[in-house]
Structures are given as C-alpha cells and as structure tokens.
C-alpha cells in the first residue's frame, strides 16, 4: 500500500495525545514528522509530550521539531483548566529517550515538504503559529503541501469567545496568513468537531482496556470530565482526530467548499473564522472545505480500536 505522507503541527494537550495515539496506528498513514508549538501548554511541554506519547506507542522513530513558544504578536494563553499544568492534564508517562531534535519546526517542515514534493498533508492541531512562519520563511512552501488539514475555527460560534476557538484565537495573526496563502485548506472547526465525541460509554470501554496507553487516556481526561459536566455535554470532543482520521476515511466527513478569513481587527470578533458559504457574497480566491458533519460511530469504533491495540 502507498502510505500518505503526514505531518503533524501538535500543542500537545490531552486530545491532541488521542490524535497522535490513533494516527500512529492508521497503516494508511506514514508520519514523516512532528512539531510542537505552544498553545494548550508551554511549548517545552508541547515538545516533551508528543516525544512521550510517540515513545510510548512505539514510535520513537518519528522525529519531533520543537517550534515557536509564543504567538506572532500577541500574548500567548494556555488552557491549564482543561490540559493541566502539563498538558496531559497531570498524567505522567515516561520520558522518551529518543535524540533531541533541534532543528525549527518551520525549518523541517520545509525540507520534508520538499522531499514529498506536493503530497504532503500537514495536520495542524494546535495555534497556526509554526505554520505562518514557515510561509514567511519559505514562501514556496506553500507549492511543497498538498493540503492542509487544520482543527481550528467554527463557522459558527467559538468556545473561547461567542466568536472564536481556541487554536485560531491563541493566534489570530498566524491563521489569517495561514487563510491567505492559497494552500488548499480542509477546515474541522467546532462545528464537526463537536459532533465529533466520545461518550460515557466508549470513555468507560478505552478505560477497561488496562494497557498503558489507555490508562494515560484515564489519567489525562479528568480535568475534561469535569468541564464537560460543567457544560452538561453528552462526552468529550476528539477535535483533534477528525483531521487525521478523515485522511484514512473521508467519506466519514462532510463538507462544503467555501471561502474563509481570519478577523484580526474586531473587537468582539477576535479570531473569528469568516466563512462566505451561507451568504450571497462569496470570496474571489475560495480554497477551502469546511468541514460541518462526522459518522461519530465510525470514528468513535476507530478510536476505540486504536486504543485496544496495544
Ligand atoms: C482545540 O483547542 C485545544 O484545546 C484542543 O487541543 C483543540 O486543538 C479545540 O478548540
Ligand atoms: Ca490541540
């Protein structure tokens, strides 16, 4: 089988962890890299646990970048109240002692885009900082990438502000050159990703497995059980696996082409992800597909099964 080259853009919290746990088992998928930016979490936790979660399913041949530690230009957030303070809501695993990458993010990206010469699927999952500076860096980068798939945004509503998501909000700057640079987008924004979650009962399923990557899903999901009970959802999203398990099944997907932009200036609007796919007024350059409705059997059953494999 020829396996789709992928890279993943990570701010390493509890379920970009489930990301990386289920990718590194979809055999459609070979990860030719990692990079770790700050957003959930530090960046120097960010790094450090997508080094640890890879060792810990066995994959500590994938190589992880380090990236940026802060926004472009404004102040950097965290979310310790759902990623604790060291992005695995507390968990602790074991450290990986595989060698150190220190080459930039923006800097590996580019030659492996390059080696791939436009197949490449960059997954961001985090802040779109690292990307932004590699198109500023390398402005041909944006021929090297076949598309990018990124969780970020909402066409409606946020869950940071009314307008805006945490991965576009942490920096507005960085997703709006993202939006800008003609790279084919397939956008899984709050209105997928929502849909997109695991219930009680596949929670208490993963758990029930005993091996040591399921108990580092018990172990770093708690903060989220209680803010979910706080929201009385009906489970926990997995915004971070729709862009990677849609590589393997798009056809579990829905979405629509449409236009979108970042809104930078705003003031309630802050990092709101403008879409013209509703309205009369449609964009002139439209590359993007948002991303609106998930088999959430299908993509829960994947999860799961990911999870009891080891
Ligand atoms: C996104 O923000 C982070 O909390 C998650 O890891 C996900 O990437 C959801 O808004
Ligand atoms: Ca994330």
């Not at 993943?8 to 489930?18: F, H, L, M, R, S």
């Not at 060291?86 to 080459?103: C, F, H, M, Y």
């Amino acid at each position: 089988m020829n396996k789709i080259p992928v890279w993943i853009d990570t701010d390493t919290g509890v379920d970009d962890a489930v990301a990386l746990v289920t990718a590194s088992t979809l055999e459609e998928l070979e990860i030719v890299g990692v990079s770790a930016v700050a957003g959930n979490t530090s960046l120097e936790n960010a790094f450090r646990n997508a080094r640890d979660v890879l060792s810990l399913v066995g994959r500590k041949d994938i190589r992880v970048y380090p990236g940026a530690d802060r926004p472009l230009i404004i102040e950097g957030r965290t979310a310790a109240y759902v990623h604790g303070n060291n992005g695995l809501g507390g968990a602790e695993i074991p450290l990986s002692d595989a060698p150190q990458e220190t080459k930039k993010a923006w800097d590996a990206l580019y030659e492996t885009a390059q080696q791939y010469k436009g197949e490449l699927i960059v997954c961001p999952i985090g802040p779109l900082t690292n990307i932004a500076i590699a198109i500023a860096n390398h402005p041909d980068i944006v021929d090297c990438i076949k598309e990018l798939n990124i969780m970020g945004g909402a066409l409606i509503g946020g869950n940071i502000t009314p307008c805006a998501e945490f991965n576009i909000l942490c920096d507005p700057q960085a997703a709006e050159a993202v939006f800008r640079s003609g790279i084919r987008i397939n956008m899984f924004g709050l209105d997928v990703t929502h849909k997109a979650f695991l219930n009680d009962d596949d929670i208490d399923e993963i758990i029930s497995y005993g091996n040591m990557v399921s108990d580092l899903f018990r172990d770093s999901n708690h903060l989220l059980y209680e803010y979910r009970a706080q929201l009385h959802w009906e489970g926990i999203c997995e915004h971070d696996s729709c862009p990677i398990l849609y590589i393997a099944h798009p056809d579990w997907f829905e979405g629509q082409e449409c236009g979108i932009y970042v809104e930078t200036q705003g003031t309630i609007s802050f990092g709101k992800t403008v879409s013209d796919l509703w309205t009369d007024y449609k964009y002139e350059d439209r590359h993007c597909k948002a991303f609106l409705n998930v088999d959430r059997v299908k993509f829960t059953e994947r999860i799961k099964e990911a999870y009891r494999s080891f």
